[in-house]
């Protein structure tokens, strides 16, 4: 079935330090892909998301491009900010949304 | 506008207890579903509701969860007989019917379940 595969945290940063949170998935047809952000204390909010191969989704700094031939989604920015700590779930959706496991995300100042 | 709802937010019961934690998705969604987050497991897939479709079941983890959603708008989730294996935080989440399968899914902000 359906799947993703995102590296395990914890992530520890510095402030204006260049991030990459990996991502690779597994499905049928062609799924849309998402990253998810979960702020301390809030809910899962929708960070980007890309519907097809070659798509870029971006959003507060943060990209990710849809590369359909190595099966990834990898989130970026280039400088992170202590507001960025967060939980971030990469998950894609062809009938269902599959969320991969998380990685947990401090930036420090 | 408001957002999904859930409440209670936390909850603690003893073991063998029933909880019912209840989700009021946004206004005119015809989506929801139901997840449960464990601690350094991801999101895992409970429960999808979609209309008045018969619900997709097929990520209850026993027969001792059920969901229900009255009037196509509030939903029950129910855990029977609670084992500490059950604790974990409750995400609810809906979505509009207009964008196809591309449409975004508003997470609720969770409920904490704790089993003693």
């Known amino acids: 079935g359906d799947s993703v595969t995102q590296m395990e945290g914890p992530v520890t940063l510095s402030e204006e330090a260049f991030l990459t949170i990996n991502c690779t998935y597994t499905?049928?047809?062609?799924?849309?892909l998402f990253w998810y952000v979960q702020y301390p204390g809030e809910g899962l909010q929708l960070l980007l998301k890309a519907t097809k191969a070659d798509d870029k989704g971006s959003n507060k700094g943060f990209e990710a491009t849809y590369r359909k031939e190595t099966t990834s989604f990898h989130l970026e920015k280039g400088s992170v900010q202590v507001s960025d700590s967060a939980v971030y779930f990469c998950?894609?959706?062809?009938?269902?949304?599959?969320f991969g496991k998380g990685t947990k995300l401090t930036v420090n100042p | 506008g408001a957002g999904v709802s859930q409440s209670p937010s936390n909850k603690v019961t003893e073991k063998g207890k029933d909880v019912e934690l209840r989700c009021d998705p946004i206004?005119?969604?015809?989506?929801l579903y139901w997840y449960r987050q464990s601690l350094g497991q991801g999101l895992e897939f409970l429960i999808y509701f979609q209309g008045n479709s018969a619900p997709d079941k097929s990520g209850l983890p026993s027969d001792r969860f059920s969901a229900e959603r009255t009037g196509g708008s509030v939903s029950t989730l129910t855990i029977q007989r609670t084992q500490q294996e059950d604790s974990a935080v409750y995400l609810c989440a809906s979505s509009s019917p207009s964008g196809g399968r591309y449409n975004e899914q508003f997470f609720g902000p969770g409920t904490r379940l704790t089993v003693l």
């Open positions: 499905a049928t047809g062609y799924p849309s």
């Open positions: 206004s005119g969604h015809t989506a």
């Open positions: 998950a894609l959706k062809s009938e269902k949304l599959v």
